[in-house]
């Protein structure tokens, strides 16, 4: 189970998204924390891609905030890839 916290989209190349989620982990069962994941995103087809990363577990909602922020940042500032079919 999760809730969707933000979702941001980075240069029409990128979707990033914050959850808020329950561990699965067996051993600390009903912990909740803040989880960002980026996938390439395709503006066309309204569509993720490839999953890039995974960040996070961060137990308060503002520091989860932070770290969307901060992913969002890095890519935004990544170089774009050159196109090699020229």
Known sequence: ??????????????????IYRESSAAIIPSIW???TMV???NPKTRERGKWLAQEGEFLHERLGLEEHFRIC???AAKEPELDRDR
């Open 73 to 75: 940042s890095e890519y």
């Open 1 to 18: 189970m999760s809730q969707r916290l933000i979702q941001s989209y980075v240069k029409d190349k990128y979707f990033v998204s914050t």
């Open 39 to 41: 996938w390439e995103w």
């Open 33 to 35: 924390y803040f989880e």
